[in-house]
């Protein structure tokens, strides 16, 4: 079957622990997108890359890194520098045209 | 003033009745437009694109109003397993940048 996954479904850290959230996908879609979501707000545009090797800040990129050395995978990586980490993390990746694809999420708890 | 704005809801609908709400964008230049459905701590996930000229799957039907910045979904026949949060999402450049409302929440009782 065809389609991304995430991994772990829900992660628990001790502030000051960097975490990184897997993200794989078999679509051999060439861009891939990490968001975040918070209670009531909408989805908020983390990182993206075009193509391997290759990414860009999104809105909300400080705290946070990347790396894109497969097209199929796109870790992200949560710093002890972001200051409000707790959160729903998704991971898309988008076709030829412009619908992206999610996958199930990551739900990160930071005490 | 946020790019893409919704009703936050809820939406409190009868089984059988029609629901309609709307999504403002901020950005003329916006090209494409699309309702994703998230029901509650999943992902969304695509429920249709929306064309200039509308649009309509099943008992969905989409609509863009380019002169006054919005799109509208109306759902039909509201069904139960239709509860969820619907999302308006607008593309507004070719990298796939895509900007997301918050979410209209529909609940559909019996």
């Known amino acids: 079957d065809g389609g991304i996954t995430q991994s772990p479904k829900y992660l628990f850290r001790k502030e000051g622990q960097n975490v990184t959230l897997s993200c794989e996908q078999n679509l051999n879609h060439d861009a891939m997108y990490w968001y975040r979501q918070d209670p009531g707000q909408g989805l908020r545009l983390i990182y993206y890359?075009?193509?391997?090797?290759?990414?860009q800040k999104g809105d909300i990129a400080e705290g946070y890194s990347v790396s894109r050395e497969k097209k199929e995978s796109f870790p992200l990586t949560v710093t002890s520098a972001q200051k409000n980490p707790t959160a729903f993390y998704l991971c898309?990746?988008?076709?030829?045209?412009?619908?992206?694809?999610f996958g199930p999420g990551t739900r990160l708890t930071v005490t | 003033r946020k790019e893409v704005e919704q009703d936050p809801g809820p939406f409190n609908v009868p089984e059988g009745a029609t629901v309609a709400f709307n999504c403002t964008y901020s950005n003329s230049a916006s090209q494409s437009f699309f309702w994703y459905r998230q029901d509650c701590r999943k992902e969304p996930k695509l429920l249709m694109s929306?064309?200039?000229s509308g649009n309509e799957d099943g008992r969905f039907t989409a609509q863009l109003n380019r002169a006054s910045q919005y799109i509208s979904l109306l759902i039909r026949d509201s069904k139960l397993s239709d509860s969820a949060t619907y999302l308006c999402?607008?593309?507004?450049?070719?990298?796939?940048?895509?900007?997301f409302g918050a979410g209209t929440q529909v609940v559909v009782t019996p």
């Open positions: 929306v064309y200039s």
């Open positions: 999402v607008v593309n507004s450049d070719s990298w796939g940048k895509l900007q």
């Open positions: 898309a990746s988008r076709t030829g045209v412009d619908e992206q694809y």
């Open positions: 890359s075009q193509i391997v090797n290759d990414f």
